[in-house]
């Protein structure tokens, strides 16, 4: 049963082109979460910005709220918290706060910050902003453990004799997970403090090649400091669409993602134009993108999980809007239908079930036929000819 411990989740930015309404969008994104929540999916990690017009969630926490009010099961996450724009203090309260408020099902994603507009608007250098992580993530830790007062100066914020009034309702505390990109800061701080792990950087070209080196610092980080590193606490983060088959899947996201790419990533924040004239072509072959039928989404997580050379925890998909809102709510259920059971280990005694019954159909069924055409005898009555016609053995038996 190999990788019967797989979750699958959403990374959710979210993406909302500009000129759309934004309070429309905020509830889409409530009512994919609840959607996912019933499909049986595992997280959803809600990201925080506040510039450039299409990332519109400001407040992760004010969202996972409201999310855990509509949903039962999933887990809700912050994907991420930009530590250095708030006081540890506050950070590690309110996701304190949401712990109780969801009985367990928070999780505290933790990074510098993605987008420069954000740190200039509020006066923060970008060479401090992974500095101003870790620091404050060493604070956040402290505090979770509830064991004495936390006292700490550093150039931008302190702590004195600071406690948290509230103690986790998890124990010992909420999952937390710092990201990691191209650079080996989130897989440091992660790893000094043996929290999870999600992999941004596998949904970028020549990503997939590189996590297993990632994790690798992960795991000499965590062993330097006492811990035993676990895979399970490692999720990586991928773009994907299904259809019922490739072409079908490639034709309703095209043009989706050539908006996002060009109007977004490259016109808004900057980015070179790709030189690929199909770069969701060259995005599958790659691993980086999974856009297909379900077989071959399914070819492309194991491609993507023997990348990691071991193993990894979970996947996320970075909920986009490339195709259109009853495409994307299909093809979250074709995967939740036909792919995620493969990785969970749930079809393995389905199958093994049929295929005992079909290879025993003669000897196992067999006397059933002859139970039910003697009820038909004993009675005096004729076996239907219906039953004769549909059913195997049935003429032998009463020949």
């Not at 009820?375 to 004769?388: C, L, S």
Request: net charge negative; with cysteine; aromatic share 8%.
């Amino acid at each position: 049963m190999a990788h019967r411990g797989l979750t699958f989740g959403i990374f959710l930015a979210p993406f909302h082109r500009v000129g759309e309404n934004p309070t429309l969008g905020i509830e889409r994104d409530l009512e994919l979460v609840q959607w996912l929540d019933h499909l049986g999916y595992d997280e959803a990690w809600i990201g925080e910005h506040h510039s450039a017009g299409w990332e519109t969630i400001a407040s992760p926490e004010i969202f996972i709220a409201a999310a855990a009010e509509r949903t039962r099961h999933i887990k809700l996450g912050s994907g991420v918290t930009s530590l250095p724009y708030h006081h540890p203090l506050m950070v590690a309260n309110r996701f304190v706060q949401l712990d109780h408020m969801t009985r367990g099902r928070v999780m505290l994603g933790c990074g510098p910050g993605a987008l420069p507009s954000d740190a200039y608007m509020m006066g923060i250098e970008p060479s401090t902003q992974r500095k101003r992580m870790e620091q404050s993530l060493d604070a956040i830790m402290a505090l979770l453990k509830c064991d004495g007062p936390v006292t700490m100066t550093t150039d931008w914020f302190e702590l004195k004799e600071a406690t948290l009034h509230l103690a986790p309702y998890s124990d010992p505390h909420f999952p937390i997970a710092c990201a990691s990109t191209i650079t080996p800061s989130g897989m440091l701080a992660a790893g000094k403090h043996g929290v999870g792990v999600l992999s941004i950087a596998a949904a970028l070209p020549g990503g997939p090649q590189m996590i297993a080196d990632q994790w690798k610092i992960y795991e000499d980080t965590a062993r330097a400091n006492g811990i035993e590193p676990d895979r399970k606490k490692w999720r990586l983060v991928v773009n994907a669409h299904l259809a019922e088959d490739d072409e079908q899947a490639l034709k309703e996201v095209h043009v989706g993602e050539r908006r996002e790419t060009q109007t977004y990533f490259e016109d808004t924040l900057g980015r070179p134009p790709g030189r690929s004239d199909d770069p969701l072509r060259e995005g599958v072959q790659m691993g980086t993108t999974l856009v297909g039928s379900p077989d071959t989404v399914a070819k492309g997580i194991q491609t993507l999980l023997d990348f990691t050379k071991g193993g990894c925890g979970g996947i996320l998909f970075r909920a986009h809007e490339w195709a259109t809102r009853e495409q994307t709510m299909r093809s979250y259920e074709l995967f939740a239908r036909y792919v995620m059971p493969r990785f969970q280990g749930s079809l393995d005694t389905i199958m093994a079930s049929n295929a005992w019954a079909k290879s025993n159909r003669r000897t196992i069924f067999g006397p059933n036929v002859a139970a039910i055409t003697k009820a038909y005898t004993d009675a005096g009555r004729a076996v239907p000819e219906e039953f004769r016609a549909r059913t195997p053995g049935a003429r032998d038996v009463t020949s």
